[in-house]
């Protein structure tokens, strides 16, 4: 059964809710919403199985920050955009102080909708080297390694194939993978970012299903940090008839006009660069205690 493709949970419950009018309570998830600087946070947390069934995600926590002030370029958005996700990543990881962690981005750099894992691995910190070879400067400082995994066409290497061998290697107490995902609603698309402690099924968003990045997968716990920056034609078009009121409509039948066809907007190069350092800074804050934007700007230069 063909239904509204999407990579968030926010926008599985907002689907599940408009199933046939639903209005019952959805057992076995919790959301709240809450704010911090300024962004809007929704939480929901798939509780069970029956949870895990009605939204067709796993079960675990899924964090959704709205980033239009940033769009927006508002004063010293930022700033406080980056402190507010730092604060996100914090939480959902839970890392212990010596705890060494391995970022990884996903997708293809040549393509500027599936860029936001390489770009944000150039925006992330690596200190494993430094800890290791300068333990009087750095000793202090968290090992985190980054590793740009590619995609299979180009590679013929699957990406969790490639993280495990990884992984297996530098023995990381946790891993972050950053990816591109698909939303059903334009208003959506890079304005929001999306974390889950359940990893990742990279390109199902987008009906192109990889193998899983999870901690079944590689043996330690997997946060997966998305932002969607693209709409499936056919489920857009079926969104933007039912806000012009129309009902019932298949997206399947709608898609078949598009056939395979993924909608992006057209500041998506400036989108993706913004967003990409925007995560970039929130993982070193969330990785290194007592660090400033300024710290991290000196590092990366």
């Not at 981005?105 to 500027?112: E, K, P, R, V, W």
Request: charged share 25%.
């Amino acid at each position: 059964m063909w239904t509204k493709r999407t990579d968030l949970a926010v926008e599985a419950k907002e689907i599940w809710k408009e199933s046939a009018e639903k209005t019952t309570e959805l057992k076995g998830v919790k959301s709240r919403d809450t704010e911090d600087n300024g962004f809007k946070i929704t939480t929901v947390e798939i509780l069970d199985d029956e949870g895990a069934q009605a939204l067709n995600k796993p079960v675990g926590t899924y964090i959704t920050m709205e980033i239009d002030k940033l769009v927006r370029r508002e004063d010293n958005a930022f700033t406080l955009g980056a402190e507010t996700l730092g604060r996100q990543i914090a939480e959902i990881m839970k890392l212990g102080d010596g705890d060494s962690v391995l970022v990884v981005g996903l997708g293809n750099d040549a393509i500027t909708p599936d860029a936001i894992g390489p770009q944000t691995a150039k925006n992330t910190m690596v200190t494993r080297h430094l800890v290791e070879k300068m333990p009087e400067e750095f000793g202090s400082v968290r090992r985190v390694s980054v590793l740009v995994s590619g995609v299979l066409g180009t590679t013929g290497i699957e990406s969790a194939e490639f993280i495990k061998a990884v992984a297996e290697r530098l023995k990381p107490n946790q891993v972050i993978v950053v990816d591109a995902l698909a939303s059903r609603k334009l208003a959506r698309v890079c304005r929001t970012v999306q974390l889950a402690d359940t990893g990742i099924v990279p390109g199902s968003g987008v009906g192109n299903s990889r193998a899983a990045i999870s901690k079944e997968t590689l043996g330690v716990p997997v946060t997966a940090i998305g932002v969607p920056t693209v709409v499936d034609a056919g489920t857009l078009a079926a969104d933007l008839a039912e806000q012009a009121g129309a009902k019932d409509l298949n997206p399947e039948d709608l898609s078949q006009f598009g056939g395979s066809m993924i909608v992006t907007p057209k500041e998506i190069d400036n989108n993706v660069s913004d967003i990409s350092k925007l995560i970039g800074y929130g993982i070193n804050l969330a990785l290194h205690k007592d660090l400033e934007i300024e710290d991290i700007n000196m590092f990366l230069s």
